[in-house]
């Protein structure tokens, strides 16, 4: 299969970085793909450049796929070797501010195009050894900010549904706001149940498979996930709230001792677990 984009170049090779590699040469096999890691990190069937910049030249498509903490930082190094007209996409969590922070860090002699990219999936694990392929297969991968892209906007979608995507276009509120609460706020639940474990060391014994799941995701990257949940700090508190209100209905519930409402409390909660689509 061809793709529209005659080179793409990604930066950073972690989980996303390198699946997101991965999947497009699983797809698109005379694609040329530049890749850039600051560890050295290298994928097969790929030229692994010596720097960011060297990876972007020429590249119709480059994907930021780094900590959210280093994007002016990578940005200002590519700005000059971009080519003209060239499509920037990032693959981070959060989205406010990103297009400012575009526009004021990239060239716009150069018309570069930027869309903001975020797939909703991923790993605990890290680092491109554990890249996957088929990681995006079946799963919700939001766009922000096409304003002005629309040659562009249909070939990234096209791109995007090859390697088994779903893409959905949203303003970066919403995006912020819905990802808080089905992202963000999980991640911080998983670490919260964690710090609990360790105020009874003897809890670990008899940890179960609902524990395991409910706190699989407290093992990822911490510098990712402090980056994210500091962006995106307005997002995750509101969120927080709603959970906080939550919680004190549980609470109510039980030092009433309102059998009926906790297990209608309960019985709603089944139910809206049960309507999310299991595509995965």
Not at 85 to 97: N, P, T
């Given at each position: 299969m061809e793709s529209d984009f005659k080179r793409v170049a990604i930066i950073g090779l972690g989980l996303m970085g390198g699946s997101f590699g991965k999947a497009l040469r699983q797809v698109y096999e005379g694609l040329a793909i530049n890749t850039y890691d600051i560890s050295g990190a290298v994928l097969a069937d790929m030229v692994a450049c010596q720097t960011a910049?060297?990876?972007?030249?020429?590249?119709?498509?480059?994907v930021l796929a780094t900590p959210l903490g280093v994007y002016?930082?990578?940005?200002?190094s590519i700005g000059a070797h971009l080519k003209s007209g060239a499509l920037v996409m990032d693959l981070g969590s959060v989205k406010g501010g990103l297009e400012a922070l575009c526009s004021r860090c990239l060239?716009?002699?150069?018309?570069?195009?930027?869309?903001?990219?975020?797939?909703?999936?991923?790993?605990?694990?890290?680092?491109?050894t554990h890249a996957n392929g088929d990681l995006?297969?079946?799963?919700?991968?939001?766009?922000?900010?096409?304003i002005g892209v629309k040659a562009e906007a249909l070939e990234l979608e096209n791109l995007l549904k090859c390697i088994g995507a779903r893409p959905i276009w949203v303003t970066e509120i919403l995006h912020d706001q819905t990802v808080a609460l089905t992202s963000h706020l999980p991640h911080l639940n998983a670490a919260v149940l964690m710090h609990c474990t360790a105020e009874k060391p003897d809890a670990s014994a008899y940890i179960a498979?609902?524990?395991?799941?409910?706190?699989?995701?407290a093992a990822g990257n911490v510098q990712v996930w402090k980056d994210i949940l500091l962006l995106?700090?307005?997002?995750?508190?509101?969120?927080?709230?709603?959970?906080?209100?939550?919680?004190?209905?549980v609470v109510q519930l039980l030092e009433t001792e309102d059998s009926e409402g906790?297990?209608?409390?309960?019985?709603l909660a089944r139910t809206l677990r049960r309507k999310i689509p299991c595509s995965k």
């Amino acid at each position: 299969m061809e793709s529209d984009f005659k080179r793409v170049a990604i930066i950073g090779l972690g989980l996303m970085g390198g699946s997101f590699g991965k999947a497009l040469r699983q797809v698109y096999e005379g694609l040329a793909i530049n890749t850039y890691d600051i560890s050295g990190a290298v994928l097969a069937d790929m030229v692994a450049c010596q720097t960011a910049a060297e990876a972007v030249c020429e590249a119709d498509l480059v994907v930021l796929a780094t900590p959210l903490g280093v994007y002016e930082e990578v940005l200002k190094s590519i700005g000059a070797h971009l080519k003209s007209g060239a499509l920037v996409m990032d693959l981070g969590s959060v989205k406010g501010g990103l297009e400012a922070l575009c526009s004021r860090c990239l060239p716009q002699d150069k018309h570069i195009q930027w869309i903001g990219g975020h797939p909703m999936c991923g790993s605990e694990k890290s680092g491109a050894t554990h890249a996957n392929g088929d990681l995006f297969r079946g799963s919700s991968f939001f766009l922000i900010g096409a304003i002005g892209v629309k040659a562009e906007a249909l070939e990234l979608e096209n791109l995007l549904k090859c390697i088994g995507a779903r893409p959905i276009w949203v303003t970066e509120i919403l995006h912020d706001q819905t990802v808080a609460l089905t992202s963000h706020l999980p991640h911080l639940n998983a670490a919260v149940l964690m710090h609990c474990t360790a105020e009874k060391p003897d809890a670990s014994a008899y940890i179960a498979g609902g524990f395991k799941d409910a706190t699989r995701v407290a093992a990822g990257n911490v510098q990712v996930w402090k980056d994210i949940l500091l962006l995106n700090k307005a997002s995750v508190l509101e969120a927080i709230e709603g959970y906080k209100r939550q919680l004190n209905t549980v609470v109510q519930l039980l030092e009433t001792e309102d059998s009926e409402g906790l297990e209608a409390y309960l019985d709603l909660a089944r139910t809206l677990r049960r309507k999310i689509p299991c595509s995965k």
